[in-house]
């Protein structure tokens, strides 16, 4: 069994889908891994440490992937770049499969078997290859790094003789894995943190962060609060009295990061243009939604754009830029995954299409495009 | 009396001598406060701020000296820009003299009298006005910030599904008052952080921040230790010893931030080329001294070198990268010295030549180089 790994080509991919931690461990699973030459330098791993830890380095890149029966990858794979994998080959990456679906049918053309990692289903057994977890949390905290980077005042209060320095106000609006690990880093910076969520049930892990959560606390918002998880929608009356106290909240707020994204649809627009005028010169918005179309009005993706001395950043692959730790977690997610498509005892690839793992994430089968979501589109030579 | 703020003409200057705090307070002293036209812009103060506060926006940069008693900025301005001073006019900013005889004696020349508030005395009573500790304070803190910025890594250990990322071993060479401010953000960050310093005095500090200090520690050092404030240098044999401790301690960090600075000297290099060599890809270090030569051997000013993976960040003016806090401290120092220099009474400039706040930074006076330290350019044209 041989398992290769890509080195990824998009130029603003640091991560890597194997660490010298899992190659071992997929070693002790058996397999033969080649890993392509320089494929670990920007997440600090050097072919050598590839080569201790028992990889190949294979240096020409049209060969990486000859006779693989596993295939690693951060981002989707071209074609070009899986040429020569067996025939029921497994193809693991992020596979990005909205609005793709033709690139879908090229890879189903190859009669490999891709699977997205981003679609593993969200239970208990699964949380160990959860990558939107892993990496959202990683986005979290650098979203904060990165809003301090670009805020031209501490974060914590300073007590000096010359005075004292105020803490900075920061307000996180969406609280899922990424919005919580920024609320606990600002928290750590010193900073006055506040968050907002439309799921009410929200509240209680924003205080238990020290954080203050931002409602209307009606009664329909008391409701939805105790009937947990993700709550029914709240009335049209209830947003227009939200948005109106977000609105308010923001104009004094000195940092703003936003994290609402809904899986396969555009980003949710929280801030209009109007609050990024009513906020002060110097205040930074961080925009994590931004490759799905942007939480921010004027948010551009991979741009940090200032409109009237307000920061707008538009950093693309967030995560990613904490390369080194992304490709630790992705690594292990990648391999938790790949162990249940392995028989131990023969030591080949052995995948069950039973499994709701793999209807969960597989997208092609024997040159068919076999995901129910993604399906339109036919095999194509 | 007339005090007039200055425009910044060094690009990578982003701080500026008033606030709209400060101008309020200047004009209870009684002046008439000028500002230049876009002074505070990049820390984030508009010209309207400043008005609102009750000062006079100046276009033209040659008019902006013209009959002034008092000229404030942050940096050494040039003849040109504090021509058409009043004879005797106090200018005040950061002057740095040494090596900058020529440039003193020219401002000698134009009969004003210029004060540096780096030479100010660390005194009690001059606490207040000590920009060297109110700008390393921000210093140590943005240093911190930079290196979370360009690490790969997270700071914080993170207990996550796919595993744990460990916390970053940071270590901080020299101790005062940026070292301390660098410590404490290290920890709130969730660092592993350790530090050194040669005066043993400082290891209760250290620990009091709940840092480990690095150090030798046999009799030589408990003696130094307790005998406390700036002791005497220890012998060469400790010398060595403590330099290869610190050696195979940087080896095993994540990041190192230096801070050694020695007024008036060139920094002393703590870190060589064979210890950065020692270090693992993706390692940073941050030289705080490099404008006064740097205390790590391959840094380069206003460069991030990158050697064999390890970053080697040389920012310049590391504080002004927080030019709102920073500006706001510059200024509030800036205005408690300059209380001293006036007679509140009768509204005027009324210096003290005898006070031993003038003494210590007054440089010229009626034509000439007055400081001891500075005397050797005499008056030029």
């Known amino acids: 069994m041989r398992i ?15 660490t010298p931690e899992t190659v071992k461990k997929l070693k002790g699973l058996g397999a033969d891994v080649v890993v392509q030459k320089g494929a670990g330098i920007r997440s600090g791993i050097l072919d050598a440490d590839y080569e201790a830890a028992g990889a190949t380095i294979e240096g020409t890149a049209s060969k990486i992937a000859a006779k693989s029966d596993v295939i690693l990858a951060v981002r989707r794979p071209t074609v070009a770049q899986i040429d020569g994998a067996n025939v029921g080959a497994a193809v693991i990456s992020i596979m990005d499969p909205y609005g793709n679906e033709a690139e879908l049918a090229k890879i189903a053309g ?14 208990t057994r699964a949380q160990v290859m959860d990558v939107l977890s892993s990496q959202a949390n990683l986005a979290g905290y650098r979203a904060v790094i990165d809003a301090s980077a670009e ?90 009295k939200q948005a109106e106290l977000v609105a308010s909240h923001i104009a004094k707020q000195d940092v703003v990061i936003t994290t609402a994204l809904i899986p396969g649809r555009p980003a949710p627009k929280l801030v209009t243009k109007a609050m990024v005028e009513s ?39 967030v995560a990613g830029r904490l390369a080194a730790s992304a490709s630790a977690l992705y690594a292990k997610n990648l391999i938790a995954f790949l162990e249940t498509l392995i028989d131990k005892e023969k030591k080949t690839l052995a995948i069950n ?29």
């Not at 709701?356 to 997208?363: D, F, H, P, R, S």
Request: hydrophobic share 45%; net charge negative.
């Open 110 to 123: 190859t009669k490999t078997s891709a699977f997205a990692m981003e679609l593993m289903p969200r239970i």
């Open 279 to 317: 906020m002060k010169p110097g205040s930074v918005l961080i925009d994590l939604a931004v490759e799905r179309g942007g939480n921010v009005e004027l948010a551009k993706a991979g741009e940090v754009v200032i409109h009237n001395g307000v920061k707008i950043v538009g950093h693309l692959n």
């Open 4 to 18: 290769s790994v890509l080195s990824e080509t998009d130029p603003n991919e640091g991560r890597v889908a194997a």
């Open 151 to 240: 805020y031209g005042r501490a974060f914590p209060m300073m007590m000096t003789a010359a005075g004292t320095v105020p803490a900075a106000r920061v307000f996180i609006m969406g609280v899922g894995v990424a919005g919580l690990q920024a609320i606990a880093t600002a928290r750590r910076l010193g900073a006055i943190v506040t968050a907002t969520d439309v799921r009410p049930a929200t509240k209680e892990q924003v205080e238990s962060l020290g954080a203050k959560f931002i409602a209307v606390e009606d009664d329909e918002f008391k409701q939805a609060e105790t009937s947990g998880g993700y709550a029914k929608e709240m009335s049209k009356e209830y947003q227009a």
């Open 353 to 381: 299409w039973d499994d709701e793992l793999v209807k969960a994430t597989g997208l092609t089968r024997d040159g068919a495009v076999v995901h129910d979501q993604f399906k339109g589109g036919s095999s194509a030579k």
